[in-house]
T-cell receptor
Framework: SQQGEEDPQALSIQEGENATMNCSYK?????LQWYRQNSGRGLVHLIL?????REKHSGRLRVTLDTSKKSSSLLITASRAADTASYFC???????????FGKGTMLLVSP | DGGITQSPKYLFRKEGQNVTLSCEQN?????MYWYRQDPGQGLRLIYY???????QKGDIAEGYSVSREKKESFPLTVTSAQKNPTAFYLC????????????????FGSGTRLTVV
């Protein structure tokens, strides 16, 4: 069953612009994670935010979490062509559950 | 460097044939996972193992089998019972969160693309 659902399904922007992706989920969680996948490759873990956190930063990434709305957003600032990839959110219900992934957002950053 | 190695990168299976996908990690992680990825469907969990000699079915285990005889290895066999095996298969691992150690994300391998010919 799909827990997280990303929105939009696809996003096309110019280099230097910000990219925002959203994730909604259905049940209570311990933490939510974001991953990046380049075409034909494995996923790379970007950032983890716990249920008692509201915002977290890592370099050009900013993640927010609203547990009352069961939603999260990933903001990539000053996008680069190298950020072109698919981005997935994943939820962890207990802290050591199997992760449940959404279908992902495909981000295209044009030079 | 520590990481997860999946092999082969590409695999072709004939109808009625069993094939085995390899997944090896040298990260000393306890838990290992197999996911299947189809276009537009995200990742779906096939099997997982949180400790040696123990594994659990995921959401789409039918037609697949696994073993976990060593901590480092978690091979996946796609059997002839799996009617639509063409997909991208991803293996992942994660350490067990301990007291005060926090929570962790997965480390993924680079995947195996399986095609039925």
């Amino acid at each position: 069953s799909q827990q997280g659902e990303e929105d939009p399904q696809a996003l096309s922007i110019q280099e230097g612009e910000n990219a925002t992706m959203n994730c909604s989920y259905k049940t209570s969680i311990n933490n939510l994670q974001w991953y990046r996948q380049n075409s034909g490759r494995g996923l790379v873990h970007l950032i983890l935010i716990r249920s008692n956190e509201r915002e977290k930063h890592s370099g050009r990434l900013r993640v927010t979490l609203d547990t009352s709305k069961k939603s999260s957003s990933l903001l990539i600032t000053a996008s680069r062509a190298a950020d072109t990839a698919s981005y997935f959110c994943a939820t962890d219900e207990s802290g050591y559950s199997t992760l449940t992934f959404g279908k992902g957002t495909m981000l295209l950053v044009s030079p | 460097d520590g990481g997860i190695t999946q092999s082969p990168k590409y695999l072709f299976r004939k109808e009625g044939q069993n094939v085995t996908l390899s997944c090896e990690q040298n990260l000393n992680h306890d838990a290992m996972y197999w996911y299947r990825q189809d276009p537009g469907q995200g990742l779906r969990l096939i099997y997982y193992s949180q400790i040696v000699n123990d594994f659990q079915k995921g959401d789409i285990a039918e037609g697949y089998s696994v073993s976990r005889e060593k901590k480092e290895s978690f091979p996946l066999t796609v059997t002839s019972a799996q009617k639509n095996p063409t997909a991208f298969y991803l293996c992942a691992s994660r350490p067990t969160p301990g007291q005060g150690r926090g929570y962790y994300g997965y480390t993924f391998g680079s995947g195996t693309r399986l095609t039925v010919v």
